[in-house]
Nanobody, 121 residues
Framework: QVQLVESGGGLVQPGGSLRLSCAASGFTLDYYAIGWFRQAPGKEREGVSCISSSDGSTYYADSVKGRFTISRDNAKNTVTLQMNSLKPEDTAVYYC??????????????WGQGTQVTVSS
């Protein structure tokens, strides 16, 4: 059974950092693209970042470029989103997901349950 579980969310002050992890079970994560998404209250879900498996390409939303870094740890079957210089507008529930394809461009079929990130002083 394919399952994704996010962890690492929490409360952090503006300018702080958090490290989110997406742990996979039921499949080998390094064969597939993994994306991170977020949804703030009253807003639509938006794509934050993605890492492909075909060539390791990474993609970032303009709002997080230069602050967030996505990476794989294939030995642990996880994908990590390092978030630095956090802003209040980064507050949201963060989800990882996979299209079960090597490219980030496909429809995402499997989703985690989400982890809350709150940036506030």
């Amino acid at each position: 059974q394919v399952q994704l579980v996010e962890s690492g969310g929490g409360l952090v002050q503006p300018g702080g950092s958090l490290r989110l992890s997406c742990a996979a079970s039921g499949f080998t994560l390094d064969y597939y693209a993994i994306g991170w998404f977020r949804q703030a209250p009253g807003k639509e879900r938006e794509g934050v970042s993605c890492i492909s498996s075909s060539d390791g390409s990474t993609y970032y939303a303009d709002s997080v470029k230069g602050r967030f870094t996505i990476s794989r740890d294939n030995a642990k079957n996880t994908v990590t989103l390092q978030m630095n210089s956090l802003k209040p507008e980064d507050t949201a529930v963060y989800y990882c997901a996979t299209p079960m394809e090597s490219s980030c461009s496909y429809e995402y079929r499997y989703w985690g349950q989400g982890t809350q990130v709150t940036v506030s002083s």
